[in-house]
C-alpha cells in the first residue's frame, strides 16, 4: 500500500499506518462519523462521533439535560425529572434524602422481628434471617458485642485458646499502668479515650506472654500498647494491623 503523503509503498495497510505516524507524525483516520461521514482519528477506534458532532453536553450525551423524564414521587407526589438511562423514576430527591431506611416498595415482605441484645437487653428489630445467621444473637453496637464477649467468651470457648493459665507475674500491674499514662489513657488504633469508652482501654501484648519462657520478659513498655475492647479484638483477629508508629 502507497503512503497518501509521500507514496512510499508499504507491504501492509498497517505498516502503512505505523509509517505514517512515525514519519509523518501524524496517525491517519480510522473511523467514521456517523452523522457528518467526516474520517477522523480515534486511539481506541471506539468513537461514534467526530470532534465537531460530539460534545459531552450535547445530545449525544447519555446524560443530556433534554433527555430527561417528568414523572410524580411516589411518596410525596411532587413532581420530579429523572435520567431514563440511570433508572426508571419512582422517588424524587428529597425524600430519598429524608427516608429513615428503605422507603415504601423497597423494604422486603418479610417483617422484621423484635430480639433482645444479649448484653443489656434493649429491644431490637431485626431481619429473621440476620437473626438466624447470628453467631452469638443480636447486639446493639460493637460496644455491647465486645463487653459480652468479654464476659462470656474466655477459656476453652475463646478462638485462640490454647489451653492453661498463664501466671502474668508481679510486674504485669505495673508495666499496665505505665503503658495507660504513656499512651494517655487512649486507644491506639481509633482514638477513643476513658470517657467514650466508658471504662480503661485494654492493654494488649504485641508479642504474646505465652510465646516468652518467662512471663516476666513479655512485659516490657516496648511489648504493649492501650486499645479499645473492640480495637483489641479485631487485631487479635487480624482483621486489622496493630497501628503503625507503635513498638
Given amino acids: 500500500m502507497d503512503c497518501p503523503t ?10 502503512m499506518r505505523q509509517h505514517h505516524t512515525k514519519v509523518h507524525d501524524e496517525p491517519l483516520p480510522n473511523r467514521t462519523c456517523a452523522d457528518c461521514g467526516t474520517e477522523f482519528y480515534d486511539p481506541k477506534s471506539r468513537r461514534t462521533y467526530c470532534d465537531d458532532c460530539y460534545s459531552q453536553a450535547g445530545e449525544k450525551n447519555g446524560n443530556y439535560a433534554g433527555a430527561k423524564e417528568t414523572t410524580e414521587c411516589e411518596q410525596c407526589g411532587d413532581s420530579f425529572d429523572y435520567y431514563p438511562s440511570n433508572k426508571d423514576g419512582v422517588y424524587c430527591s428529597a425524600c430519598v434524602e429524608d427516608a429513615d431506611g428503605l422507603l415504601p416498595g423497597e423494604s422486603s415482605s418479610v417483617p422484621h422481628v423484635e430480639v433482645e441484645c444479649e448484653y443489656c437487653g434493649e429491644l ?18 460493637l460496644g455491647c458485642y465486645g463487653e459480652w464477649l468479654s464476659e462470656n467468651v474466655v477459656g476453652e470457648a475463646h478462638h485462640q485458646w490454647e489451653g492453661g493459665t498463664i501466671p502474668y507475674g508481679s510486674s504485669w500491674w505495673q508495666v499496665r499502668r505505665a503503658a495507660l499514662v504513656r499512651d494517655e489513657y487512649e486507644c491506639q488504633n481509633c482514638g477513643a479515650g476513658v470517657e467514650e469508652l466508658g471504662r480503661k482501654p485494654d492493654v494488649h501484648h504485641i508479642d504474646r506472654v505465652r510465646d516468652f519462657d518467662d512471663p516476666e520478659d513479655a512485659h516490657k513498655l516496648d511489648n504493649v500498647v492501650c ?17 503503625s508508629g507503635n513498638p
Fill in 6 to 15: 509521500c507514496e512510499k509503498a508499504l507491504s501492509t495497510e498497517r505498516g
Fill in 124 to 141: 431490637l428489630e431485626r431481619h429473621p434471617s440476620r437473626v438466624e445467621s447470628a453467631s452469638y444473637g443480636e447486639f446493639c453496637d
Fill in 227 to 243: 486499645l479499645c475492647r473492640s480495637c483489641h479484638r479485631r487485631i487479635e483477629d487480624g482483621d486489622v494491623a496493630l497501628p
